[in-house]
Nanobody
Framework: VQLQASGGGLVQPGGSLRLSCAASGSIFRITLMAWYRQAPGKQRELVAGISSGGSTNYADSVKGRFTISRDNGWNTVYLQMNSLKPEDTAVYFC?????????WGKGTLVTVSS
């Protein structure tokens, strides 16, 4: 499974961004996909996840502001980020869980600053 994240950039506080994660390869093996983020000097943390059944979960810090979604298959997973705050600044990583273990894409940088 190969994962390619895109959509990061610089945005002002209160703004929005949409991240995309394009999956390729043996995507039929994927059981769950998620977005993680890692801010400078901090550990990587789960932001949002979506299961094969469509169930979603979110970190408390992003509930009500971020929405994870996917297309009918596992080709692309999105993270819609609204009402962005400076503390959302981080490198965002796409993750796919399979029965053979996790896969990670390269991160995309999100900077929230005025």
């Amino acid at each position: 499974v190969q994962l390619q994240a895109s959509g990061g950039g610089l945005v002002q506080p209160g703004g929005s961004l949409r991240l995309s994660c394009a999956a390729s390869g043996s995507i039929f093996r994927i059981t769950l996909m998620a977005w993680y983020r890692q801010a400078p000097g901090k550990q990587r943390e789960l932001v949002a996840g979506i299961s094969s059944g469509g169930s979603t979960n979110y970190a408390d810090s992003v509930k009500g502001r971020f929405t994870i979604s996917r297309d009918n298959g596992w080709n692309t997973v999105y993270l819609q980020m609204n009402s962005l705050k400076p503390e959302d600044t981080a490198v965002y990583f796409c993750n796919a869980q399979t029965i053979h273990g996790p896969y990670w894409g390269k991160g995309t940088l999100v900077t929230v600053s005025s």
